[in-house]
């Protein structure tokens, strides 16, 4: 541009380029009479005329050139890379994975130190005792001080099958996940975050937890529920140990408490000892099943009411949980409170008759035969006047699908059905 300049003298003298015409020299309407006769006019401005010269057109010939093979190239030189790599993957592979390991292990024991991880006793024997067990990673996030521990015993004749009751937000999880995590460590040979621990050596250990979101995949939540439990009655031994969190949760409260009470007679029978197994759950109804064998026990997480609100103590004690608190955790949540206030007015209401009973035939077992047989009014077991044809579609939209089970539907379809042919 520079040479340019001064060789045609035009101080306002540019080169420019765009995509139609490529590289260019623009000179403005007041200098064109100085224009060298080697310039080729291509395109006219208001101001300015725009020409181009044999040379510029070498020039940009050049360049283009270049910038095709500079990507060239630089592909060429990205495959040598690869390929060099792929003939070298087998010592890479293995340094991958011993640094991974060691990685692993420098790693466990940095935070075995650090936390005051324990060696663990691991025997054959059938007996998991864990003194003072806290999570890994909760302990690690919550620091050790705000991290409250607790003792797991699983024996071997008694308390081999663990209830752990508590309101939501409690810490069961916690308890389940890291007497998991715990026995997982131990068995592969690391030490444990307890202060004591003794572990008989498990041969599976099985988890019902979370309601991860299988959803994408096209099952619903029960269904994933329902199937890892099955997989748990198919393949669980004596020797394994089993953590079930919440199952039943999906469905509705009597299906689940149903499924819940007949899944733990079963694990129960597995082998000569049954299962070891932790169940957190919030059916207080199943905590009764421990009366009938010594090897279930209930165990709760504490908490303590203060005024209309619960402090959550994150401690494990002997005993089922007396209450479920499900509204205080609720308020504690932020749900508004005459959403709360409300809740409290119908739990009073569905408490009063009585409804929340596992209603059983020939009364079995104890303690949970239904008190009264008023019914507590429902979308589904409303009384007949408020029936009507043109009320049908307000209940047909106040249905819970999600808790109502075929047979309860098909029930609700033969009452509306019937109303509808009264007229
Ligand atoms: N032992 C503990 N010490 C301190 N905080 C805890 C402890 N256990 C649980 N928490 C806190 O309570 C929260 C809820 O615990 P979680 O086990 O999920 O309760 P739940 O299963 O009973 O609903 C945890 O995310 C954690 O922040
Ligand atoms: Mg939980």
Redesign the pocket.
């Known amino acids: 541009e520079t040479r340019e300049r001064e060789k045609t003298n035009i101080p306002s003298l540019k080169i420019g380029f765009n995509k139609v015409f490529g590289y260019y020299i623009e000179v403005t309407k007041t200098h064109r009479d100085k224009v060298p006769e080697g310039y080729i006019r291509k395109q006219t401005l208001v101001n300015a005329e725009r020409y181009i010269t044999q040379e510029l057109k070498e020039l940009e010939e050049r360049i283009l050139s270049a910038q095709e093979e500079r990507v060239g190239l630089e592909e060429a030189l990205f495959k040598g890379i690869r390929q060099e790599i792929v003939n070298h993957k087998g010592p890479l592979k293995r340094d991958a994975e011993l640094i991974a390991m060691l990685d692993c292990l420098q790693a466990l024991t940095r935070i075995a130190q650090k936390n005051g991880y324990t060696r663990p006793v691991v025997d054959q024997g059938d007996e998991i005792d864990l003194k003072a067990m ?2 890994p990673v ?1 302990e690690e996030v ?1 620091g050790q001080d ?5 003792d797991v015993h699983l024996g071997e004749e008694c308390a081999r099958f663990l209830i752990i009751t ?10 389940l996940r890291s007497t998991a995590l715990t026995v997982l460590m131990a068995q592969m040979g690391g030490f444990v975050p307890c202060e004591s621990a003794k572990i008989g050596v498990v041969d599976k250990i099985f988890t019902r937890v979370g309601a991860t979101d299988y959803l994408s995949r096209g099952q619903s939540t029960f269904m994933v529920e329902m199937s890892e439990t099955a997989n748990i009655l198919h393949n669980a031994t004596e020797k394994s140990l089993v953590i079930l ?1 919440e199952i039943g949760r999906g469905t509705s409260t009597y299906d689940g408490l149903a499924i819940a009470w007949a899944v733990s007679e079963e694990l129960l029978k597995i082998g000569e000892k049954g299962a070891k197994t932790l169940f ?1 759950t919030h059916y207080h109804e199943l905590t009764k099943i421990a009366s009938r064998d010594q090897r279930i026990k209930n165990l709760s ?1 504490a908490v303590k009411e203060w005024g209309e609100e619960i402090i ?1 103590l ?1 401690r494990l004690i002997e005993g089922p949980a007396n209450k479920s608190y499900g509204i205080q955790v609720a308020a504690l949540a932020g749900v508004p409170g005459h959403v709360v206030r409300r809740a409290k007015e119908i739990l009073e209401e569905i408490e009063a008759q009585g409804h929340v009973r596992l209603e059983q035939e020939g009364g079995e077992p104890e303690g949970l035969k239904k008190k009264a047989p008023r019914q507590l009014t429902l979308p589904l077991q409303c009384p007949r006047q408020c029936l009507r044809l043109k009320k049908a579609g307000e209940y047909i939209r106040d249905v819970d699908l999600n808790n109502t089970t075929p047979l309860e539907a098909l029930n609700f379809l033969a009452m509306l059905k019937q109303e509808i042919e009264k007229g």
Not at 166 to 175: F, Q, R, Y
Request: hydrophobic share 45%; net charge positive; proline share 8%.
């Open positions: 806290r999570h909760l919550l705000a991290f409250i521990p607790n508590g309101p939501n937000m409690a810490g069961k999880s916690t308890i969190d957190a997480v959550f994150y």
